[in-house]
Each structure stands twice: as C-alpha cells, then as structure tokens.
C-alpha cells in the first residue's frame, strides 16, 4: 500500500475530477489547502487527532521543500497528500502546457521528496479550480487523482468563525468534499471553524474518509 494507507497509483487512474468518497454512503472528505506552514499545520493536525480524521493535505511545492518535518508529520498521521503546483497560480489554465506539466511535476516531487519513505502524492488539485483536460491527464498519468470540492467554506477570506461553519452546515448538501486552507495567511478562524465542523459532522453521524482515487 502506499502513503496513508492509500492503494499504491494503478496505471490507468481516471482523469476526471473526483469529488465523491471512497467511504461512499454520507461520508465527508476534509480537504485542507494552501500548506504546509509552520503556524497553522501543526494547530490543524492536532484538531484532526483530537477528533480522529484523516483528511487530505494540498501542498504547494516550495512550502513542501521549506517544510518537509511538516510533510513527514502529515503522513505519518495517516493523512494523504495532494499537489497543489509550485506557485499557485489560478491562470494557469491559460498557460502552455509544458508550463502546466511543470508546475505540477516539480510540485509532485518536491512534496514526495520531503515527505520521504517513499509516500505518494495521491491527487491533484489545480489552485482556484483552474484544471485544464491536459492538467487533469498529466497528473493522472502520474497518479493523481485530479480532486474537486462540493464545500467553500470560504474561510480563506477570514469571514469569521461561525460564518464558516454556517457555510459547512448550509451547504453540506452539495456534496461530500469541503475545502479549508492552512496556509496564505492567519487562519486561526479555520482552525476553530474545523474542530467546531468535526464536532457538528460526528453529532449528524457523518463519517469521514478520503476522496475518491479510482473508478469505483
Ligand atoms: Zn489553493
């Protein structure tokens, strides 16, 4: 098996976006963007171990590379990983596709090499939702799931606590992957946001789980 349990890339990993969870029936998957950083990751790691979730990590390449302790910490809590590219960039769907190759490529490698132990990148998620058919075929074919959200907490707009978890309650419906971030600024409002969600989720007896990787 590779990194967090997760079944080691088959050749052939559907370029689609997926969205849905492996768990199926009401499971939630906690996506978590924008890290690693040295302030927020470790706060959002012990909320998840406090609630026992395992959740997906989508890291940008160069905070990888800057953090690989971090890296190794998320992996070896059982969370997955998930390539974020080298520079965030939401145009990059409008950018060549040797540009896009790159920033994924080098991304998936920096994110590996930091983690170590041989874990794998699992998915990829394009900044912004900027995914392109070339995007979504060249992470596939280095298997990675290209990975969407049902969920905008929004939180990175700092809105306010109860306001994101308003937005988990009034929206859950449109599907089971929510996205929170734990880098690109002061994210304290997602750290208590999220303990106050997993609290919420397990009282609605919804169970958590990772994305979907493989056709099912
Ligand atoms: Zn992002």
Known sequence: ???????????????????????????????????????????????LARHD?????????????????????????????????MNHDTTMDKKPVAYQEAQILDAKRLIEEAAGGGAKVEYYRAPGGAFTPDSRRIAAAHGMRPLGWN????????????????????????GPTVLFHDGGGDRRQ??????????????????????VRTAP
Request: charged share 20%; with cysteine; hydrophobic share 40%.
């Open 151 to 174: 969920v905008d907490t929004k939180d990175f707009g700092r809105p306010g606590t109860a306001a994101i978890v308003a937005a988990v309650k009034r929206e859950m419906g449109n």
């Open 190 to 211: 997602t750290v208590d946001a999220l303990d106050q969600v997993l609290t919420w989720l397990k009282d609605q007896g919804r169970p958590t789980g990772f994305p």
């Open 53 to 85: 979730v395992k959740a997906v990590f989508c890291m940008i390449g160069p905070q990888a590379k800057a953090h690989p302790e971090l890296v190794k910490q998320v992996v070896a809590a059982g969370h997955r990983l998930c390539d974020h590219t």
């Open 1 to 47: 098996t590779g990194a967090g349990g997760g079944p080691a890339a088959p050749a052939g990993l559907p370029d689609t976006i997926a969205h849905a969870s492996e768990g199926g029936g009401n499971t939630v998957n906690i996506t978590i963007d924008d890290g690693p950083d040295p302030r927020w990751t470790p706060q959002v790691l012990d909320v």
